[in-house]
């Protein structure tokens, strides 16, 4: 398993950015695939996970509403739609896949991760 996460950047306040996590090793398709989020200081955030089909999705409260995931490409490809941003938004994003399609919101249960993915959201 290989993780890539790509799509960060800097927006303004009220903006919008989708970040890709691909898995180039083909080999965690049918888990669960999360991303979670690291500001400074702070600790490690669960954001939002999606089944190996796609047909389950899972988002922390704070997201409801402003943050999609999904899942193409035969399931190699997440993806993350955040919108209407916010300073606070402000983090370091990651995904992460399991070895099992089985939901978890602790970062500790996921078995592989990405390099993280800058997001600043200015004011």
């Known amino acids: 398993v290989q993780l890539q996460a790509f799509g960060g950047g800097l927006v303004q306040d009220g903006g919008s950015l989708t970040l890709v996590c691909v898995d180039s090793?083909?080999?965690?398709?049918?888990?669960?695939w999360g991303w979670f989020r690291q500001a400074p200081g702070k600790e490690r955030e669960f954001v939002a996970a999606i089944s190996w089909r796609g047909l389950r999705k899972y988002y922390a409260d704070s997201f409801k509403g402003r943050f999609t995931v999904s899942r193409e490409n035969a399931g190699n490809t997440v993806n993350l739609q955040m919108n209407a941003l916010r300073p606070e938004d402000t983090a370091d994003y990651y995904c992460a896949a399991r070895k099992y399609d089985i939901y978890n919101d602790r970062w500790d249960a996921y078995d592989y991760w990405g390099r993280g993915t800058q997001v600043t959201v200015s004011s």
């Open positions: 090793g083909r080999t965690a398709s049918e888990s669960l």
